[in-house]
C-alpha cells in the first residue's frame, strides 16, 4: 500500500488529546467536498481581517480613506498600528509555531499583507502553554504583557448541530481554554470573556455548515479611540 | 420554536432552496451545503451508509459525482433529521486514497494487476482446495450481495464456511430472539420510541450510538409528553445526561438486576398472570455445555413455581450486592415492570451481545417483559438495536452464516436443505448439513499453519475490516503473515489494517456507486439505485463474486451448475437471451440486484419474513417485513410482530401468538438463567476493566469516517477514559500517554479524564476506531457458547505510566 503519509508539524500537534502520532490519510481536497465546503478558503465566517472591497472608481471622491479592519492577530499582539508599524515581518513567529497557527496575511489584506495572522478556520492557534511565538518576537510587536486574546468566538445556532435536534459537543470537548465553552442542556455556549478566540472550536466544528464564527479583536488594548470602525 | 424560525431566517439569508421543508412531527435538518439548486443538480433517495438505524438520506448528484446531502423528510425513521456522520456521508466516497486496481502480492510488495488476472487467481485458489476456502461477510453488504454469497458457497461450493462480522455483533440478540419466540429479529419497531412512557438503556448509549433515535426520543419532551428515561450503564456517558436515572452497574451486573425484576414482579404478585398463563411457558439451561455435549439452546422446560424459586433468591438487596445497583433502584424497577398503565420499551445494543452471558441477558430481558405483560402493544417492547446497516437484512434474513440457509432456515435441517435445494434449483444433496465454522474459529484455522489443524487456507474478506475488529488480534489473525501458504482476499474501497495483510486487493464500488438494499434493525427493508460510477476500476463486490463463479464453472467445477444444467448464476432477458454478467462490461445490463431479490423472496415466507415485490422498493423509503398482499392488491407492512391488532399471521381470537413458538404451541419463553461471573475480571496485576466501543463521530473501524475531514477533526485519535480518582491515584494527568495493557497485547494511548464518557473507578473505556492505535490486541476472544460472540466490554487490563 501506499505508504503512510510523513506527519507534519501540524499534524503532530493536532487536537488537544494525545499530542502525538499523524493522521492516518490524506484528506479529501476540499473541491472534492460535497455538503460542506465550509472549511475550505472560502468558509463563510472567515471574515478575519479583509478590507472592504474597493468602492467603484465613480464613488471615490477626495483622498482614499484608510480603513482597517481588524486582522487576526497571533496570540499578545499590540495595538494594531503599532503593531504594523513594528513588525519587521521577520517570520520568525511562524517559524517557532509548533502548529503552523501563524501564516502571512495574503495580498488582500493590503497594506497588512505578509505580516503574520491566523486562519482559524485552516490552522487554528492551539493556545500553546509557553507561547513560542512571542517568546520568538524580537520587534516585541507580540508581547507576554499583553493579553492573549485574539478575538472571540460565536456560535451560529441555526447552524449547530447540538441546537437542531442532533447531539454535539466536540468544539467544547476540543476547546484548549478551560471554562470558554460551557454545556448547558448539551448544548455549547461560549463565554465571551473567557474566549480568546483562538479558532480552534470552529476549526473542529463537524456541522455541515461550520456553525463558528470567529471574530478577530476590533481593538486591542492601547488602540486609539480613532483607529476604525467598530465592529458590534 | 426558536430554532424553527432560526433555520428558517438561516435558509433566507444563505438562500439555499433545498431543505425548505420545515420540521414536521418535531423533526429537524439542517440545510444542504455543497450544492448548486439548478438543473443538472439530482436528488435521490438512499438509506445512510453507517449505522443500523436506517436513516434515509437525498443524495444530490451533479455531474456524475455526489454533491449534496440531505435528510430525508419522507423517512418514517428520521423525519429529515441525520446525525453528524449522516450529514457527511457523501464524503465517504471522496476519499483520496480510494483503491482503484486490483493488486496482487508479489514478492511481498503490491503489484497491479488486471481484473482478468484477479478472478482468475482467486478461481484457481478456490478449484483447488474448495473446502478450505471460506467467505467472511458483512452486515454492510447488501441484501443481494449477501444472497449472492451464500448461494455461491452453500447451493455452488457445497460448503458452509460462510460467516459475516454481525457474529462479533449481534448474534447475542439473535439467539436471544429465537430461544424466546423461535424466530429472529424484533417484534417491536422504533414507532415504540413515540409511545413509550419508559425507555430502559441497557447497557446502551444510544445518544452517541443512535442518536436519531434517541433524539426520537427525547425530542417528546419538547413538545411537553413526559417520557422517563433510565440509563443502566457502567460508565456516565452522553445518554445518562439527558436520563431521569443514571443506575451504575458493575461489568456483568446486569444478569442480576434482570432477575431482580423478576423477583419482584413475583413477590409483589404484580406480574400479568393473565399474559403468562395464556402466551408463556418457562424454560431453563439442561446439561451445562462441555466437549461431549454442545451448548443447547432450546433448555429444558420448568413449572412456574420452579421459576419463582430460581428467582426467589434475587433480592434487591442481593442484586445489590451483585450489580452495584442500590436496592431502592431495583424495588422502583421492579415497580414500573408491575404497573400495566405505564409503557415500557427495553432498548439495548452492544452491551447485552457483546457478552459472555449474552443469549443470556437477552432471554432474560424479553422475560421480564413477558412476565409483566409489557409486550406487543404500542410502546411495550423489547428491541435490539443494530449497529450495522444491514446486519439484520443481509446476514440474519439471507442467512450469511456459517450454519444458516436463507429466511431463517438451518442448514443442519434437511428438510430446510431441500426446501432451500428446490428454490436455487440445485441437486439435491448440494447444501452440506454441517455448519461451518463461526467467525473466531473461521479466524483462528486461518492464523494456523495448515499442516497444524489450520484447514482453511484461503480466505476471501468482503465489506469488513477484521484485522482491526477481531478480539485478541494476535492470536486470531496477525500471525497470519508468517504463514506463506495462506491466501487473503480483501475486497475494500480503501486501504485498511485488512488490507494491510492481504495477498489480493480487490477495489469495490461502494453505496451509491451501486444498486442496493438494506435492512434495519426495525425489520425495514430499504433500497437504492446506482447514483454515480466508482472510481477508476472498482467493481460491485457482487459482481467479483459472479465473476468468480463463472470462472470456476469455465474451470469445470461442477458445483456452479444447477439442475437444469445452467450456470447457478444464468440471467437472462425476457427474450431468453442470456446476459453475460459475469463480464463487467454487461453486468448493468439487467437489474441484478432486483433478480437476487426477487430470486430470495421465495425464501422470506418460510417463516412469516414475508418481503413484497422488487419495485415495491422503489417506491417504498422502507417497508418492514412481514409484508403482505392485501385484497385490493397493495402491499401492508407490518409494526408489531404477535400482535393481533398488527399481524396478519396471527389467528383471529388469539390476541398474541408466537407462531413459530419453540415449545409448539404458541407461546413464548420466559427463561431463567442465573448470575454468572465473567470469564476474567480484575485482579492484583490488571485491577482495571476495560470496556471498549464507538463515538458519535467515527464509525466501526473508521476506515470511511477517518477520512471525512470534519469527523477526523473533531476526533482525530482514541484515547482511554479514565475516572479522576484513578487518575489522580496514579498521578496520571489529562492528555498524558498511557501504556493500556492486558495479557494478550498493550498499546499506548492519550488519557481523557471527565470527557464524554466517564468510567467507574475501576473502569476505562477506549474506541476502538483508530486503525493507528489498535485496542483489540488488548481485547478477550472469549464468546458467549450460544451465538459465539465475543465480548469486547470486559476484560481484565493495567495502567502503565510512561517514562
Known sequence: MAGEPRPSRRDFLRGRLGRAGAEPHPRPEAPAAPSSGSHGAAAPGALGGALPASPSPDRQVGPRRQVTLPVHRPPGAVHEAAFLAGCTRCNDCITVCPVDAIVLAPARFRHAAGTPMIDPYTSPCRMCTDIPCIAACKPGVLRSDQPLKMGVAYIERAACLAYAGSFCTVCSEQCPVPGAIELLSARPHIRPDICTGCGVCAYVCPAPSNAIVVMPLADRAGAPSNAGPELT | ?803
Not at chain 2, 120 to 143: C, D, E, H, M
Not at chain 2, 400 to 429: F, I, Q
Not at chain 2, 500 to 518: Q, R, T
Not at chain 2, 635 to 654: C, L
Open chain 2, 1 to 803: 420554536m426558536n430554532a424553527v424560525i432560526d433555520r428558517r431566517e438561516f435558509l433566507k439569508q444563505t438562500a439555499l432552496a433545498t431543505a425548505t421543508a420545515a420540521a414536521a412531527g418535531g423533526a429537524f435538518s439542517l440545510p444542504v451545503l455543497g450544492g448548486q439548486e439548478g438543473a443538472s443538480l439530482k436528488w435521490n433517495k438512499a438509506p445512510c451508509r453507517f449505522c443500523g438505524t436506517g436513516c434515509h438520506v437525498m443524495v444530490g448528484t451533479e455531474n456524475g459525482r455526489v454533491v449534496a446531502i440531505q435528510g430525508d423528510q419522507k423517512a418514517d425513521v428520521n423525519k429529515g433529521l441525520l446525525c453528524v456522520k449522516g450529514y457527511h456521508v457523501g464524503l465517504a466516497l471522496y476519499g483520496r486514497d480510494r483503491l482503484t486496481t486490483p493488486m496482487l502480492r508479489k514478492d511481498g510488495r503490491l503489484v497491479p494487476i488486471s481484473w482478468d488476472e484477479a478472478i482468475n487467481t482467486i478461481a484457481i485458489r478456490i478449484a483447488a482446495s474448495p473446502k478450505t476456502f471460506a467467505l467472511y461477510g458483512s452486515g454492510q453488504w447488501t441484501v443481494g450481495e449477501g444472497f449472492a454469497g451464500n448461494k455461491f458457497m452453500k447451493a455452488g461450493l457445497g460448503s458452509n464456511q460462510i460467516d459475516g462480522n454481525p457474529r462479533l455483533c449481534m448474534s447475542s440478540a439473535v439467539t436471544g430472539f429465537l430461544s424466546t419466540f423461535g424466530v429472529d429479529e424484533p417484534p417491536g419497531v422504533y414507532d415504540d420510541l413515540d409511545a413509550c412512557d419508559v425507555a430502559i438503556m441497557w447497557g446502551n448509549n444510544m445518544a452517541e450510538m443512535h442518536p436519531v433515535l434517541f433524539s426520537r426520543l427525547v425530542d417528546r419532551r419538547s413538545r411537553g409528553e413526559k417520557v422517563t428515561i433510565i440509563d443502566f450503564t457502567t460508565r456516565r456517558t452522553r445518554t445518562s445526561d439527558l436520563a431521569d436515572h443514571l443506575l451504575l452497574f458493575k461489568p456483568h451486573g446486569d444478569l442480576a438486576i434482570a432477575n431482580g425484576v423478576a423477583h419482584l414482579l413475583i413477590r409483589n404478585n404484580s406480574f400479568d398472570r393473565a399474559f403468562v398463563e395464556k402466551h408463556c411457558n418457562f424454560r431453563q439451561l439442561g446439561a451445562k455445555p462441555d466437549e461431549k455435549t454442545p451448548p443447547d439452546m432450546l433448555g429444558v422446560p420448568m413449572t412456574f413455581e420452579e421459576y419463582a424459586r430460581a428467582v426467589e433468591p434475587y433480592t434487591p438487596e442481593k442484586v445489590e450486592e451483585l450489580s452495584g445497583v442500590p436496592a431502592d433502584k431495583i424495588r422502583m424497577l421492579g415497580e414500573m415492570f408491575g404497573r400495566r398503565d405505564l409503557k415500557i420499551n427495553s432498548l439495548w445494543c452492544m452491551g447485552m451481545n457483546q457478552h459472555t452471558r449474552g443469549t443470556a441477558i437477552n432471554c432474560l430481558v424479553h422475560g421480564i417483559h413477558l412476565l409483566s405483560g409489557h409486550f406487543g402493544k404500542p410502546g411495550d417492547a423489547a428491541t435490539s438495536l443494530t449497529g450495522q446497516p444491514s446486519a439484520c437484512g443481509t446476514v440474519r434474513e439471507v442467512g450469511t452464516l456459517c450454519h444458516l440457509l436463507p429466511g431463517g432456515r438451518l442448514v443442519a435441517n434437511a428438510e430446510h436443505r431441500k426446501e432451500a435445494e428446490e428454490l436455487w434449483n440445485v441437486p439435491e444433496g448440494r447444501i452440506a448439513a454441517k455448519p461451518g465454522y463461526h467467525t473466531i474459529e473461521m479466524f483462528k484455522r486461518f492464523n494456523t499453519p495448515t499442516d497444524q489443524g489450520g484447514d482453511i487456507t484461503t480466505l476471501w474478506v468482503q465489506v469488513t475490516n477484521p484485522s482491526q475488529t477481531l478480539p485478541n488480534l494476535q492470536r486470531n489473525f496477525l500471525e497470519k503473515k508468517s504463514l506463506g501458504d495462506k491466501f487473503l482476499i480483501v475486497s475494500d474501497v480503501y486501504p485498511t489494517a485488512t488490507t494491510e495483510l492481504a495477498d489480493l486487493i480487490l477495489p469495490s464500488a461502494m453505496w451509491v456507486e451501486k444498486n442496493g438494499m438494506y435492512g434495519n434493525s426495525e425489520r425495514r427493508t430499504q433500497h437504492w439505485f446506482k447514483l454515480v460510477e466508482p472510481p477508476g476500476e472498482a467493481r460491485d463486490d457482487c459482481w467479483q463474486l459472479i465473476a468468480v463463479s463463472h470462472k470456476l464453472l469455465e474451470m469445470g467445477v461442477d458445483g456452479m451448475k444447477g439442475r437444469d444444467g445452467k450456470w447457478i448464476f444464468h440471467t437472462a432477458e425476457k427474450s431468453g437471451r442470456e446476459v453475460p454478467i459475469w463480464n463487467w462490461a454487461h453486468y448493468y445490463d439487467v437489474n441484478v440486484d432486483e433478480r437476487l431479490f426477487e430470486e430470495y423472496r421465495p425464501f422470506t415466507t418460510k417463516k412469516h419474513k414475508n418481503l413484497a415485490p422488487y419495485q415495491e422498493y422503489v417506491k417504498a423509503r422502507g417497508l418492514r417485513w412481514p409484508v403482505v398482499q392485501q385484497p385490493d392488491g397493495s402491499w401492508r407492512e407490518t409494526r408489531w410482530r404477535f400482535s393481533e391488532f398488527d399481524d396478519p399471521f396471527v389467528a383471529k381470537g388469539r390476541e398474541f401468538q408466537f407462531y413459530h413458538s419453540v415449545s409448539k404451541d404458541d407461546k413464548a419463553l420466559i427463561w431463567f438463567r442465573p448470575h454468572e461471573f465473567p470469564p476474567e475480571m480484575p485482579d492484583k496485576d490488571y485491577p482495571f476493566w476495560l470496556c471498549t466501543g464507538r463515538v458519535l463521530e467515527h464509525w466501526h473501524s473508521g476506515s470511511m469516517t477517518r477520512r471525512i475531514p470534519q469527523l477526523h477533526r473533531a476526533v482525530p485519535r482514541a484515547y482511554v477514559e479514565m475516572n479522576r480518582e484513578d487518575a489522580d491515584r496514579l498521578g496520571i494527568r489529562n492528555s498524558e500517554v498511557v501504556t493500556v495493557k492486558s495479557r494478550r497485547g498493550q498499546i499506548d494511548l492519550p488519557v481523557w479524564i471527565g470527557g464524554r464518557g466517564d468510567p467507574k473507578s475501576g473502569e476505562v473505556f477506549v474506541p476502538f476506531f483508530d486503525e493507528t492505535r489498535l485496542i483489540n490486541l488488548v481485547t478477550l476472544d472469549e464468546y458467549d457458547p450460544y451465538s459465539r460472540q465475543p465480548d469486547y466490554k470486559k476484560c481484565a487490563v493495567t495502567i502503565v505510566r510512561k517514562g
